[in-house]
Each structure stands twice: as C-alpha cells, then as structure tokens.
C-alpha cells in the first residue's frame, strides 16, 4: 500500500522559515517526479513544485525564489524549504505523485499557517 506522510507543519510568524518533509512507503522515489501541492482555506488545491526523477526543479510564480524542493532517494523523501513565509502562504500542504492523473497518490496533508 503507497503512503505519503507528510511532516514539518506549524505555525510560524510572517518572514519566518519552515521545512516540509513527505516520505514514501509502499512507492520508491528514486524514478519519479514528485510534486508539492497546497490547498489555503475556502480556496481550490493549487500546485507550487515540482522535481523531476534527474533533480530538474520548476515552480509556481507565487513561491519562486523562496520555496526550494528538494529530494533525497536514499531517505525516500521530498523536502520544500519554505523562505520569507507570507500570509498567503497559509494552506494545508499536499506532496504528491502523479499530479491530477487518475493514479496519482496524495499525503494527508500538513497545516501551515503564517500568523503574526
């Protein structure tokens, strides 16, 4: 059975710092893109980062040059550093395989919320 378990959430003042971790159970990471997703309150679940099998990184305009995804086969884990938080920036984060594709597998989810 392929979990995701996603960890790292919390709450942390505008500005500050967060890193996220999603490890693999049942699925190895080693081949495969992975991807961050995040859903904030009343709003619809958008992607943000994205890394491919080889490293290659591509990211939402809304997070870019703060955000930084990262993974670590040998863990079996994705990480997304998370810079210069913003309010916005509150959501439920989501690491994923597969984007929208019908096989794609999702984590539970971990809250991140940017409070003064």
């Known amino acids: 059975q392929v979990q995701l378990v996603e960890s790292g959430g919390g709450l942390v003042q505008p500005g500050g710092s967060l890193r996220l971790s999603c490890e693999g159970f049942?699925?190895?990471?080693?081949?495969?893109?992975l991807n961050w997703y995040r859903q904030p309150p009343g709003k619809q679940r958008e992607w943000i980062a994205s890394?491919?099998?080889?490293?290659?990184?591509t990211y939402d305009a809304s997070v870019k040059g703060r955000f930084t995804i990262s993974r670590d086969n040998a863990k079996n884990t994705i990480y997304l550093q998370m810079n210069g938080l913003k309010l916005e920036d509150t959501a439920v984060y989501y690491c994923?395989?597969?984007?929208?594709?019908?096989?794609?597998?999702w984590g539970q989810g971990t809250q991140v919320t940017v409070s003064s």
């Open positions: 994923n395989f597969g984007g929208t594709q019908s096989y794609a597998y």
């Open positions: 890394i491919t099998s080889v490293g290659t990184t």
């Open positions: 049942g699925i190895t990471f080693g081949r495969k893109g």
